[in-house]
């Protein structure tokens, strides 16, 4: 069993803690704020000062899950790429065995119908996807792995549930989607984990479900499920973004639990409350 130390101890963070505990695995999280919450450190990983307990609870494990408290290019460069320079820097002492670092799959700012896998040259064209790529640069020669996730979904996360019951303001752009469930997402990081020595790890996996879609359709799809009349809405032209392939992703053997937009969906409006 395996000593986990998650840096970034949010939704993504916690679930997989709870997944990685329930397997038998020790987990210690990092968190700015962690209050009295057991197994958890209150540290800030753009702040090397608040660090130096790290290497004491010699974790053999590094998952890097932060998420950016806001939209701007200083945030994401403090997060992510200071963030987890100072985190190695840190851990400098400790014999990690696996480095697992949640990118995103906003690092292809391509815009095209081809579908774009781990082999696509990733070409940054927004500053998320710049800071991206160069915190990932900071993993070359460490055993590490890069999860490029696309966007996450699940409890708590229902901004396209809202979208779809105001037609009036959907985007004039009908782009390509990709999306992953919090819960598959931390189910993979969990999966890999268990599979550390016994099957190599690629150095990138894209993460994301079966099934990418047009904005439109799953707006129409969700507002349906809900009640909600759309069909005076005017339907765009497919354009923008690019469609995903997670091939990679399940030839590890991986099984999904929402395998796409339909079972994850449904699973999100069946727990909402009764209106």
């Known amino acids: 069993m395996s000593h986990v130390l998650i840096a970034g101890f949010g939704d993504l963070g916690q679930e997989l803690a709870r997944r990685l505990q329930l397997a038998g695995h020790q987990t210690t999280g990092l968190r700015r704020n962690a209050g009295d919450s057991e197994g958890v450190i209150s540290a800030d990983v753009s702040n090397p000062e608040t660090l130096h ?7 053999d494990i590094l998952v890097y899950c932060v998420a950016a408290s806001e939209h701007s290019d200083e945030n994401y ?5 200071e963030g987890l320079r ?4 840190a851990l400098a002492s400790v014999p990690l065995r696996h480095i697992f670092f949640v990118s995103s799959t906003g690092v292809y700012g391509q815009e095209t119908q081809d579908v774009l896998d781990e082999t696509t040259p990733a070409i940054a064209t927004e500053f998320s996807g710049v800071r991206m790529l160069e915190a990932e640069a900071l993993l070359q020669g460490l055993p590490a792995t890069v ?3 696309s966007g996450i979904y699940g409890p708590g996360r229902l901004r396209m549930i809202t979208l779809a ?3 009036q303001k959907w985007p004039p752009r009908n782009g390509w989607t990709n999306r992953i469930h919090r819960d598959d997402g931390a189910a993979f990081i969990a999966y890999l984990i268990a599979q550390l020595g016994q099957q190599p790890l690629a ?12 904005m439109y359709d799953l707006l129409q799809w969700l507002a349906a499920k809900q009640g909600v009349e759309a069909n005076a809405v005017t339907v765009p032209a497919v354009s923008g973004n690019k469609r995903l392939s997670n091939q990679r992703m399940l030839a590890t053997g991986y099984a999904f639990i929402y395998p796409d937009y339909v079972a994850g969906y449904t699973a999100l409006l069946a727990a909402l409350p009764a209106a």
Not at 53 to 59: I, Y
Not at 77 to 81: D, F, G, I, K
Not at 86 to 89: I, Q, R, S
């Open 53 to 59: 307990t790290l290497a004491a609870s010699k974790p």
């Open 77 to 81: 460069r403090l997060s992510y790429v």
């Open 86 to 89: 100072n985190v190695l820097a």
């Open 147 to 149: 999860l490029r996730f």
């Open 165 to 167: 019951r105001e037609p």
């Open 203 to 214: 150095a990138l996996y894209v993460v994301t479900d079966h099934q990418p879609l047009p």
